[in-house]
DNA sequence: AGCGCTCCAATTGCATGCAGTTTGGCGCTC
DNA sequence: GAGCGCCAAACTGCATGCAATTGGAGCGCT
């Protein structure tokens, strides 16, 4: 029973960890909208550490691309274009491939019991919110990760499903569970068996149908930021006016 | 001055991301070799900044895993095991076949001449140390990532790649760059004729056998004195503070 | 000599303080 | 009323100081 798989990288029982894994859980939970402030005052202040413990939380959450870091002002919750919303289901559904692939046949029965288990829970939390549901779904693809033993394949599944999870609560619509829930059971099936190809398809279009489900209009680009969108066109402007738009609002 | 295509999401030019650069660097061109210490104060020292501004670096380090951090202990380079490094290029080869596919066909004739450039700079530098080889050969990859235009797939690939380049210096045996380049000068010739299937094949291919060469049996490392390694990498950091010379007498 | 103990230098963990930058509101002008 | 500039409050960037922990040298015991 080596459940013990403690990242050594980090996530050790500092304040910092601890304040990394608040954050990430408020954010994927929604309970932090993207687009919101994170003041590292307030934050020191709600934690009870000193405002250098949570600026150093701010910059673990930025390299992980759930916090945005801008210099001199007041780090938010990422927001995640479509396009980066789109680029990081892709990555996660090679990612998770690997994983499958990995583990397909290769299960103890105590970890296929683990697995069944967590989708119980899914399941009793059907009546619950909506975050509930997107975390335990979320937790459950890297529940799978972490029986690869593969710290690398753990930390990178994690990011990008979190990363994922931030995108859904931007993009999704009422979210429905259930279909999720079953491809969840059904993939379990398909890992006991070692059916590695059926398994590798069903990962494949798991993910992808939450990701449809998810991201549904190619165009909302709610949230983004005037300047970004110039950007490119800015690029070719060799004039040095172009610098600095007027602060237009943003009709909306 | 030509604008500057500085992603926003890090790497800004505070003082934090100067000495990521640097240390990221000194470690993939093996200045750093794995399992260097890295001591707080010396880096601070060496850099011209405080300790609290060397500790955030290496917390930033150590979440792109190049650095590995222990409570209450020295920080030092990452010493990935052999199962990791195999790992490590698995994910590459996956997250790359993503880049290549997003890729073929899609050039412009300028980037196709950027990635020749690069290609004729790796050729060049073939009389040069190792270091420079893999470094380049690293770059390389980072830099067809950073056509694909996705933020996430940059950050991702050049993630895994410099840790690759990590376990190059630890189990590979005197390189034969030779061949990569040849296989980098086809996979831009198949990207620019667009034939997708083939450049995925040759992607697929050049990173299994960099890995083959690679990942054969660890060899021993020397230690060296950090602030006379760091010593070239400081030159970069602009700061009336950083101390000229070393003053920490090495061991013996 | 070999083994364990103690103690001190080295080093990290964290809070606080100060300086520089941004934000947003207020009043002034047109 | 809309735009512009100014100023204080809020906030970040960074250095420094102090307490706690580590590890290793030196010392004594067997």
New binding site residues.
């Given amino acids: 029973m080596a459940a013990r798989a403690t990242h050594k990288t980090s996530e050790s029982s ?3 960890s601890v304040i990394c894994r608040a954050l990430r859980r408020a954010i994927i939970e929604q309970a932090l909208e993207p687009g919101a ?6 934050l ?1 202040e709600r934690f ?6 949570a ?2 939380a ?1 910059g673990q959450l930025a390299a992980e691309g759930l916090v945005e ?7 938010v919750v990422a927001t995640p274009s479509w396009q980066e919303a789109r680029d990081a289901f892709d990555i996660r559904i090679q990612l998770e491939g690997l994983v499958v692939r990995q583990l397909a046949g290769k299960l103890t029965k105590n970890q296929i019991a683990e697995l069944n288990a967590h989708v119980d829970a899914e399941d009793r939390a059907r009546g619950g919110t909506d975050a509930v549901s997107i975390r335990l779904a979320t937790e459950f693809h890297i529940l799978l990760a972490q029986m690869t033993s593969s710290p690398i394949l753990v930390r990178y599944v994690s990011e990008v499903a979190y990363r994922c999870c931030l995108t859904l609560s931007l993009y999704s619509r009422p979210h429905s569970t259930e279909c999720a829930i079953n491809e969840h059971r059904a993939i379990i099936a398909a890992l006991a068996k070692g059916d590695e190809a059926k398994v590798m398809d069903l990962m494949h279009h798991h993910l992808d149908s939450v990701a449809n489900r998810a991201l549904v209009a190619p165009a909302p680009q709610r949230g983004r930021d005037l300047l970004d969108i110039l950007a490119p066109y800015a690029d070719e402007v060799t004039s040095d006016r172009v610098v600095k738009l ?1 602060k237009v609002a943003r009709h909306g």
Avoid: F, M, Y
């Avoid at 402030?37 to 307030?42: F, H, N, R, V």
């Avoid at 009870?48 to 413990?53: A, L, Y």
């Avoid at 870091?69 to 780090?75: K, Q, V, Y």
């Fill in positions: 500092d304040k910092v402030k994170l003041p590292e005052d307030s020191g009870g550490v000193s405002r250098t413990i600026r150093h701010l870091l801008r210099r001199n002002r007041i780090a007027p």
